[in-house]
């Protein structure tokens, strides 16, 4: 992974792999810490966003081969103001919350992290704590919820080349100009594969 330095000492910008969330994954003790690292590495929620999804936010689309998440309360990255979207939500995780709620008797208006913002922070940095003693890479030490976020930018657009306006739409940002501090230069096989992929090799 990859530490950017920020203005404030000690703090970084943690630039996670896939197979690196999925060790993280690995290092949660529970369901429920599992899915809190799922919501942010592969729905790209926030910490304040995480505590407010319910059962009765997940929607089927009409194709029936896809899911989108309701999340109530975002964030209005252009005006401040909280505002509703929709996340797209990935087939494994939509499975995993329907496990957790039938294993926790949830009801349809139950939170499925029942959890303060600053509690879903506290589970994604015990987790990352354990990922560092279970690796040896005390790099995970610096990982954040807001990490798992920067995952989810960097992995629809520059692993995947997404159009930037989809993911700006189920993220949450309102500009590039809000998206951008969430993504890392592309390295040299990214670069060359984009290349490739356009046929101007």
């Not at 920020?6 to 630039?15: P, R």
């Not at 910490?47 to 999340?71: C, M, N, S």
């Not at 987790?127 to 807001?146: K, L, P, Q």
Request: charge should be negative.
């Amino acid at each position: 992974m990859q530490l950017d330095g920020t203005a404030k000492e000690g703090t970084y910008k943690v630039w996670l792999t896939d197979d690196e969330l999925e060790q993280l994954r690995r290092a949660a003790v529970s369901h429920r810490d599992d899915l809190i690292i799922q919501l942010g590495g592969y729905v790209g929620l926030r910490a304040f966003e995480i505590p407010q999804i319910k059962p009765k936010h997940i929607k089927r689309t009409a194709d029936g081969e896809h899911y989108h998440l309701r999340v109530p309360e975002g964030k209005d990255t252009k005006n401040g103001n909280g505002e509703p979207r929709d996340a797209y939500l990935p087939r494994d995780v939509e499975r995993d919350l329907h496990r957790f709620q039938n294993a926790e008797d949830l009801a349809p208006t139950d939170s499925f992290i029942q959890l303060t913002p600053r509690g879903v922070r506290a589970v994604v940095e015990r987790t990352a704590a354990r990922a560092a003693d279970e690796t040896g890479d005390d790099d995970f030490r610096h990982v954040s919820s807001h990490d798992l976020r920067r995952r989810f930018a960097q992995r629809l657009l520059v692993d995947e080349s997404m159009n930037p306006r989809v993911v700006m739409a189920v993220g949450g940002w309102n500009s590039f100009q809000a998206i951008e501090p969430y993504l890392n230069t592309p390295t040299p096989d990214v670069v060359n594969s984009a290349f490739e992929d356009a046929g101007l090799t």
